[in-house]
C-alpha cells in the first residue's frame, strides 16, 4: 500500500542520513549529556520535524564529524521530507528507550581521535502511516526493537554514529612478510576474522613515506567494461566457464616482471575468498624481476564495504 511506502521512506530518512557539525552547546549541556538523551533528542527532532537539531545528532560511524556540505544535504533532505510527508498528517512515531550498554572500541577500525566512547542503546518504536488524513492509521502490529550506537564525543556531547552496525562487522586480517632472492615479497594471509568473497577487497602497494604506489582491485572482474584484478589463480577456478577478457588479463599479471603489475594474488585454496594461505607478491629489483617494492614499503588491504583497511603489513 502506499501508506507502506511512506514508512519505508521515513525509516530509510531516519536510519541514513548523514549528519552535521559539531553543534555549539553550552557547557552545562555538554556536562549533562547522556547516550539515551542523545537518542532522545534524535527521535524527538525527528517527530517535531526540527532539520537543525536532527542533522546535528549525527557523526559517521568512526566517530568523525560532518563537512558543511554534509549538512546542507541533511537539513535540506529533512525539509523536503517534512513538506512530502507531515508528522501527525501522514505518519506519527511513538518511542521508548529500554536499555543503554557499552560497545568495545575495534582494533580493525580508523576512529577518530574525537571519539572517546561509544554506546548501544536499545529502542522499540512504534511507526504508524496512513495515506490522508481521512484515513484510519496503520501501525506496526509489534514494537520494533532497534539498536542505535551513540559515541561520546571530546567536550562530552553524544551523536548517533552512522551506520556503525555496518562498521562492527568489518573484518580484520592478519599476515606474514618474507623476501626471495630474486627481489620479491610474498604476504601470506595468516588469519581472517569473517569470510567474505575476494570481491569485497582491493590492495595499496606504499612506499616507505606512505605514498600508494599501486591500487586496484583483488579479484578478477569486469567493472562496466573495466577488466580488473591480480588473481593470477583465475583459471585454476573458473575451469570451462572463463571469461577471455578476464583470462587475458590475468595471464598478463601473471607474466609481466612487476614493471607493469607490480602486485600479484594467488588463491591458494581456490575458494574464492580471502582466507589463510593465499599469496601477495609484490615484485621488486632482482634478477628475475623489475618491480618497485622495497624494503620498509607496505601491502595494505581494504574492505569495500566501509572503507576500513582490514590488515597491513611491511615487506621483507
Not at 517535531?48 to 536532527?54: G, H, P, R, Y
Not at 567474505?196 to 606512505?210: H, M, N, P, Q, V
Request: hydrophobic share 35%; glycine share 6%.
Amino acid at each position: 500500500m502506499k501508506g507502506e511506502a511512506i514508512a519505508c521512506v521515513v525509516l530509510a530518512l531516519a536510519l541514513s542520513l548523514t549528519g552535521c557539525l559539531e553543534r555549539l552547546l553550552d557547557s552545562d549541556e555538554v556536562e549533562q549529556d547522556t547516550a539515551s538523551k542523545a537518542v532522545k533528542r534524535y527521535y524527538d527532532s525527528w517527530i517535531n520535524e526540527d532539520a537543525d537539531i536532527f542533522c546535528s545528532s549525527f557523526a559517521k560511524a568512526n566517530g568523525t564529524r560532518l563537512t558543511e556540505s554534509e549538512i546542507e544535504d541533511c537539513e535540506d533532505e529533512v525539509r523536503i521530507e517534512t513538506i512530502e510527508n507531515p508528522y501527525g498528517d501522514r505518519w506519527m512515531l511513538e518511542y521508548d528507550i529500554e536499555s543503554v550498554g557499552n560497545v568495545p572500541f575495534f582494533d580493525w577500525v580508523n576512529y577518530s581521535s574525537d571519539l572517546l566512547e561509544i554506546s548501544n542503546v536499545t529502542v522499540s518504536v512504534l511507526l504508524c502511516v496512513r495515506d490522508n488524513t481521512d484515513d484510519p492509521w496503520e501501525c506496526n502490529q509489534d514494537w520494533l526493537e532497534m539498536e542505535v550506537y551513540v559515541g561520546r564525543m571530546s567536550n562530552g556531547e553524544w551523536l548517533i554514529l552512522e551506520n556503525y552496525e555496518v562498521v562492527s562487522s568489518t573484518p580484520f586480517a592478519q599476515f606474514t612478510s618474507s623476501k626471495n632472492s630474486n627481489g620479491d615479497y610474498y604476504v601470506t594471509v595468516v588469519r581472517v576474522s569473517e569470510d567474505y568473497d575476494l570481491e569485497a577487497f582491493s590492495y595499496f602497494l606504499k612506499d616507505s613515506t606512505g605514498t600508494t604506489s599501486e591500487f586496484g582491485e583483488i579479484a578478477m572482474q569486469n567493472l562496466s567494461g573495466n577488466v580488473v584484478g591480480i588473481d593470477v589463480s583465475y583459471d585454476a577456478k573458473c575451469d570451462d566457464s572463463c571469461d577471455a577478457d578476464l583470462q587475458t588479463r590475468s595471464d598478463a599479471v601473471n607474466d609481466d616482471n612487476g614493471a607493469v603489475y607490480a602486485v600479484t594474488f594467488n588463491d591458494n585454496d581456490r575458494d574464492g575468498k580471502l582466507s589463510a594461505g593465499d599469496k601477495f607478491t609484490a615484485r621488486g629489483s632482482g634478477s628475475g624481476s623489475d618491480g618497485p617494492a622495497d624494503d620498509d614499503w607496505s601491502l595494505e588491504v581494504k574492505f569495500d564495504n566501509t572503507g576500513d583497511i582490514v590488515g597491513s603489513k611491511r615487506l621483507g
